[in-house]
C-alpha cells in the first residue's frame, strides 16, 4: 500500500513539473508574441516554436539531472531494424483514418485551428515554417512528451494508464478543442509503438511523417484558395457549416476508423516481433 501511495505522488509530482514547463514555455512564446508587436515586426513561426520548447527541455534536463539521470538515456534512443522503420510508415498511415474521424468529430463543435493559423504560421518565410512543424515540433515534443513524460510516468503507475494519460497531456499541450481530440488518439498510439520497437525512434516518425503531410496539404490549400481570391480559413469555416457533409464525413472516418483500430494492433504488434520485444510479457503494472 505505501508502494502505491510513493507511486502516486511521484506521479502528481511529474504532473507538476510537466504543468510548470507548459506555463514557462508558453509564457515565454506569449512574450516573443508582444515584443514582436511592440517592436512592429513579425516574426516567423519558428522564432515562437524556438522560445516554447527551449525552455521546456531545458527544465527536462534540469529536473532529471537533479533525479541523477540522464535525458538522452530517459528517452531511450535506440537503433530500430530497417523493417521497422517502414512498418513505422505503414502504421503512420494505417492510423490516420483515426485521426480524421476524431478531427471531423470535434469540427462539430469547434473552428478548425489549423485552417485559421495556417496563413499566419507560413506568414513569408514557409521554408522556416515548414522546419518548424515537420522537423523541430515532432522532435521537441516527442522528448517531452514521450521520452521524458511518458518514459518517466510508467515507472509510477501502468503502462496503459500511463499512455492514455501522456496522450492526454500530448492534446493539453495542443491548447485548443480541435486538436487536442486527435493528438490524445496519437499520443496513445505512440507510446505503445515506442512500447514495441523500445525506442522513441518510432513515435518521432510517425510524429514527422503526420505533420509533414499535414504541413504540405495546408501550406497547398492555403495557397490554392488565394489564388482564387478566397480564405481558406473562411471556406474551411463554410464546409464545417455544412451539417449534411459533416456527417457524412463522420460515418466514413468512423467505419474506416474500425478498421484501422485492428490493422494498427496487428501492426504494432509486428514491429515488436521484428526488434524482439514481446509486449504481450510486458505487465501493466508499474514498476516499483
Request: proline content about 2%; hydrophobic content about 55%.
Amino acid at each position: 500500500m505505501t508502494n502505491k501511495t510513493v507511486n502516486k505522488k511521484d506521479a502528481l509530482k511529474l504532473m507538476g513539473v510537466l504543468i510548470v514547463m507548459m506555463i514557462v514555455g508558453y509564457g515565454l512564446d506569449i512574450g516573443v508574441g508582444v515584443v514582436a508587436a511592440i517592436a512592429g515586426i513579425s516574426a516567423p513561426f519558428i522564432v515562437y516554436s524556438l522560445a516554447l520548447y527551449i525552455p521546456m527541455i531545458a527544465i527536462a534536463f534540469l529536473y532529471l539531472r537533479e533525479k541523477g539521470d540522464n535525458l538522452w538515456k530517459e528517452c531511450g534512443f535506440n537503433k530500430i531494424k530497417a523493417s521497422t522503420f517502414f512498418l513505422t510508415i505503414l502504421l503512420t498511415v494505417v492510423t490516420y483514418p483515426m485521426v480524421m474521424f476524431t478531427n471531423v468529430l470535434s469540427q462539430l463543435f469547434v473552428k478548425n485551428t489549423m485552417a485559421q493559423a495556417t496563413d499566419a504560421m507560413i506568414g513569408d518565410t514557409p521554408v522556416l515554417y515548414m522546419i518548424a512543424l515537420a522537423i523541430l515540433a515532432p522532435v521537441c515534443e516527442e522528448i517531452l512528451l514521450r521520452g521524458f513524460f511518458h518514459n518517466r510516468l510508467k515507472k509510477f503507475i501502468p503502462f496503459t494508464a500511463a499512455a492514455i494519460l501522456s496522450g492526454f497531456w500530448f492534446g493539453v499541450f495542443h491548447l485548443n478543442i480541435n486538436q487536442f481530440c486527435y493528438a490524445w488518439v496519437l499520443g496513445i498510439i505512440f507510446a505503445y509503438v515506442n512500447r514495441a520497437s523500445g525506442s522513441i525512434l518510432t513515435s518521432m516518425i510517425m510524429h514527422v511523417v503526420v505533420n509533414s503531410f499535414g504541413g504540405v496539404m495546408l501550406y497547398i490549400t492555403n495557397a490554392f484558395y488565394k489564388s482564387q481570391g478566397k480564405e481558406f480559413a473562411e471556406v474551411a469555416e463554410s464546409s464545417r457549416s455544412d451539417i449534411k457533409q459533416m456527417i457524412t464525413l463522420i460515418v466514413v472516418t468512423g467505419i474506416l476508423s474500425v478498421g484501422s483500430f485492428f490493422l494498427t494492433r496487428i501492426i504494432i504488434k509486428a514491429i515488436a516481433k521484428r526488434e524482439g520485444n514481446n509486449v504481450e510479457a510486458v505487465k501493466d503494472s508499474a514498476v516499483a
